[in-house]
């Protein structure tokens, strides 16, 4: 089975003081996802770890 689901970031850490994030916009939006009906029922969104700890500047991030 496949369907497709929204992806969230989950962020870990902070930045350092001083630095804020302003947004986080995961692109793609919605990603497909295969495998056992039983089990593709019950995922309801990706998560993608964004590590912002000591973080300093703009921050793209790729996952496959």
């Given at each position: 089975?496949?369907?497709?689901?929204?992806?969230?970031?989950?962020?870990?850490?902070s930045?350092?003081?001083?630095?804020?994030?302003?947004?986080?916009?995961?692109?793609?939006?919605?990603?497909?996802?295969?495998?056992?009906?039983?089990?593709?029922?019950?995922?309801?969104?990706a998560?993608?770890?964004?590590?912002?700890?000591?973080?300093?500047?703009?921050?793209?991030?790729?996952?496959?």
């Amino acid at each position: 089975a496949t369907r497709q689901v929204t992806v969230q970031a989950n962020l870990i850490g902070s930045p350092p003081q001083g630095y804020s994030v302003s947004g986080v916009e995961p692109t793609p939006g919605m990603v497909r996802i295969a495998g056992a009906a039983s089990l593709v029922q019950l995922v309801a969104s990706a998560y993608a770890d964004v590590n912002l700890t000591g973080l300093r500047a703009t921050l793209v991030q790729r996952f496959r």
